[in-house]
């Protein structure tokens, strides 16, 4: 049964494996999706496009229908009184005869709602249709007629086709014989574009289907050519490869953490805070705008300083991450650097002191001393209370030290070394990592102390003279 079971728990290899796998597969997803929701967005757009380009074409076509049936009998309105009933009925007579295709009629009510002519409805002549809605309760026959009153326009509204009876949208254009309290105008079904919409709309999402299964056909070639090529190295080199990925990863993924923590914490108490702030005077600005308030530029002023000073974080963080001074002029040059920023920053008085090694510091011992230093400064800033700080950085017979001491509160007589927050456990592990000391002291005046020493381990050879000045650690 155990066997069964550590059959079942995967090696390091197989979690590898996994581990790439897993990230491929959610990267796969992400761009499929975005892919999938650009292509509907893009189609969206193009299909409105379309609608609206067909609806537009079937308005002007209304309108010039209504406009050469208005030119074919306007001499005989033109001429007649409002009361001229033969004017009328010869009009009416005209329009009545004027049908085209398989649904096309002109239609005309007077003012009060009567139908005075309907050629392919004739059942509704001289009938009194106001307050008509169809069956989604748009009104229908008043709408027509303030329209008409108004000059002339368009209206779309459920009717019935005359070929089946069926509802079918319709747009009508409508004009108006205002002499003789007339609303003249036609219209013309638009099933079809409707139609060609959703027919589009199904070929869009028939894409996107056959986009999904060609994404999710190379993601599966994808990943099973992870799986094997994971599985040959797994045969090939498993315990060798087992026992250096299992050190190697293990110290990556502590230093990935470690500076993701930071990072984020860095993150989180400036560029967010900040960024909220931006985002606050933009709304501001927003709705001062809409409000048309003179004053909009006041919070967009405050959101341009607030980026300045997002711009100025993201620098900081970004020189903290790998401070180019460290590699270019060495350690003593990097740490003085940092506490020229630090008292410009917090405006607490610091004062550093450093000494020409013989000896230069290897990459590790420069790098931990350097952060130790930032991360004791950062404690001062946020827990000591300080108002001077002392640095120094020196060499002697036992190997190299750096000392922070500030003015400030001081730690509780319980924070030691072995017991301390997270920023102190940091500085103790650098040193642990390099076979050096780490020391937390009280003075009795108040006031902390942080010694770090490296030991000579991590000295390399002096410089030649032409660089020895140089090597200023």
Known sequence: ?????????????????????????????????????????????????????????????????????????????????????????????????????????????????????????????????????????????????????????????????????????????????????????????????????????????ARVQSTFVYIGAITLVALLVVFTTGMLINLRERRLADAKLKRLTQRVFDAQEEERGRVARELHDGISQILVGVRYALDNTRRRLERGDTRAAEPLNKGIDSLAQAIIEVRRISRDLRPGVLDDLGLGPAIKTLTEEFETSTGIACAFQTVVFRNRLDDEAKIALYRIAQEALTNIEKHAAATHVQISLRGHRHGGTLSIADNGRGVRSTQTAGSPGLGLRNMQERMDQLGGTLTISQGKSGGTTIEATVPLSHMLPPEDSEHSKVAAE
Do not use: C
């Open 1 to 205: 049964m155990r066997r069964w079971f550590a059959l079942l728990i995967p090696s390091y290899a197989q979690k590898l494996t996994l581990l790439a796998a897993v990230p491929l597969i959610l990267a796969v997803a992400a761009i499929a999706l975005l892919v999938a929701l650009q292509a509907r967005a893009l189609a969206e757009r193009e299909i409105s496009t379309l609608e609206t380009q067909l609806i537009e074409a079937k308005k002007a076509e209304l309108r010039n229908y209504v406009t050469q049936a208005r030119n074919g009998f306007y001499f005989i309105y033109g001429n007649a009184a409002p009361d001229d009933e033969t004017a009328k009925q010869q009009v009416a007579q005209i329009l009545s005869a004027m049908i085209y295709g398989d649904e096309g009629q002109f239609f005309v009510y007077d003012y009060d709602g009567t139908q005075l002519v309907s050629p392919r409805q004739t059942e509704r002549i001289n009938q009194d249709w106001s307050g008509q809605t169809d069956s989604e309760g748009t009104p229908v026959v008043d709408e027509l007629i303030r329209t008409a009153r108004d000059g002339a326009g368009y209206h779309s509204y459920l009717w019935p086709k005359p070929s089946t009876g069926q509802e079918a949208r319709m747009i009508t254009y409508v004009t108006s014989f205002p002499s003789w309290r007339w609303a003249v105008g036609t219209g013309v079904f638009i099933d079809d574009v409707l139609a060609s919409v959703a027919t589009a709309r199904a070929d869009v999402e």
